[in-house]
């Protein structure tokens, strides 16, 4: 078993997760601690920026407008994060065989072959004086995959600890959402929609505070079924998986007529309604649904969900006793030991990889 920390910055742009587990590769050993590094309202601001002016990159190496400043920020707040998890936990930098480093995405366009995450591999090697292994979506993009999910791989790992019969869907709701099915060796995966980033996003303009706190604004509103259909109606949610999202291509969606309460519910219940839909397109409809990410905290989404997936039940991965904000972070913990080994991140079933395909590049401290 080798002892590996991964490190995810995701799409809500809200902070860094950290996650150490004991892994082979194959089977999860032992979970460890988990913690959080918060993005200040600042940082936050940059890495928007950064989002805004990476739109139109066409060169995944340039770094155009805030971009720059935005990755020098990735790299120094992921090695503080793992400093002060390593001092908070008393473990020596000895004892960490490899850290996993996602990065930030600033840019998807996986049918451009371009996927853009900002955040130094190399430097951070050389801070910490461990072994990193970043840049995990690249070889996939390049291959003709998706580039996204790549969670599946772990979600699997983890569905195998529990006697599970039949086919188990897992949810993650981070900014975007995506599910990953599992059943027997089937393994299908994709990105269904928005998760939480477009109710941030409003719930920020509208209130000045990124977060419908445990759901509470969306809990008093009305939802506008109408303005649902017709976001429904995007060809996206018509494409079978595997299939894959950038951020914020719903930004346009805008819903600025309603009241707080009404738009939070409304847009909350997209969420819930554009997960539900990907049951319809896989090959059996599953019995058991397990919520992980940011969303399963937001009860309103929760409930939403439950009703529109019943008679199915859905249980937060937290109730598995699974780490349910860190369950990301594990995951790159997971794929830094794959691919030290060699061994496939991404398949065909989960983001349209011609063949099983490791990745990840390996920077030595
Ligand atoms: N108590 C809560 N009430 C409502 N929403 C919450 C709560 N806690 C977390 N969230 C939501 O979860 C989001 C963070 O989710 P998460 O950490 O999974 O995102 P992420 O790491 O950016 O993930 P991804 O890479 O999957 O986009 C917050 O931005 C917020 O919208
Ligand atoms: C391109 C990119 O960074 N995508 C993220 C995003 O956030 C959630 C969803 O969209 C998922 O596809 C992915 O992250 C997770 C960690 C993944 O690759 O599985």
Known sequence: MLTAIGLMSGTSLDGVDVALIETDGERIGRFGPTAYRAYTGAERDLLRRALADAAPMTDRDARPGASADAEKLVTRAHAEAIEDFLQANGLSRSHIDVVG???????HRPERKLTVQIGDGRALARTLGIPVVFDLRAADVAAGGQGAPLVPVYHRALVNMQ??????????????????????????AC??????AL????????????????GRAAASGRIDEEWI?????????????????DRNDFAALTIEGMSVQDGAATLTALTAVSIAAIAQMLPKLPARWIVVGGGASNPTLMTMLGKRLAPATVVRGADLGWSGDAVEAQAFAYMAVRSLKSLPL??????????ALTGGVLAKP
């Not at 480093?101 to 840019?107: D, R």
């Not at 109710?199 to 445990?214: C, K, N, P, S």
């Not at 109606?233 to 299939?243: E, N, Q």
């Open 346 to 355: 991404t398949f065909p079933g989960t983001t349209g990889v011609p063949a």
């Open 191 to 196: 990105d269904t929609g928005p998760g939480n």
């Open 229 to 245: 259909s017709r976001a429904l109606s995007r060809p996206f949610f018509a494409l079978p998986p595997p299939k894959s999202l």
């Open 199 to 214: 109710l941030d996003d409003f719930m920020l303009r509208r209130t000045g505070e990124a977060v419908d706190r445990d």
């Open 101 to 107: 480093f996602h990065g930030q995405t600033v840019l």
């Open 163 to 188: 006697n599970s019969d039949g086919p188990t869907v897992v949810v993650n709701i981070g900014g975007v959402a995506n599910i990953t099915y599992i059943d027997g060796d089937t393994l299908i």
